[in-house]
């Protein structure tokens, strides 16, 4: 795996990202603005589509981010790239698209509203990453389960 290959496509993804910092952050301050109603004991969870990687807000079902923005938002041949390149890319965007939904998240003070909340990959609900610490959390760490 060539390094210089894979930083151009991190710094590209990153860059994606921002790009998409204030429509992710108006689209969070919209379901804010709605009531929430969370049933005892629940969470505020969103959750990533593993393949297309739109965002949905569990409690609402509402659509925070479509599963075409981030194939939009990146240089067409950026998949192809990364797998010529042999990148994990699946883990690429992990780390970069959690803590960039954190950043907003913050942003926009969703801490205040709901905390802790959390962050997890659809499938892949056994961990969750938790918005504020900015960290992945097993099932027991996040609900006590």
Known sequence: MEKSAVSRLRAEL?????????????????????????????????????????????????????????????????FQRAEDAELNWDALISEELCPWFADCWQAVGGPAAFSPAYLFFHDYHREQYDLERRRWLSLAEAFGK
């Open 14 to 78: 990153v860059g994606a990202l921002a790009a998409n910092a204030d429509r992710l952050r108006h689209a969070l301050c919209a379901e804010l603005a709605k009531p929430i109603a969370l049933e005892a004991d629940h969470r505020l969870q969103f959750e990533i589509d593993p393949f297309f990687f739109g965002i949905t807000l569990c409690a609402t079902e509402e659509i925070i981010l479509p599963g075409d923005w981030l194939d939009g938002a990146l240089p067409g041949d950026w």
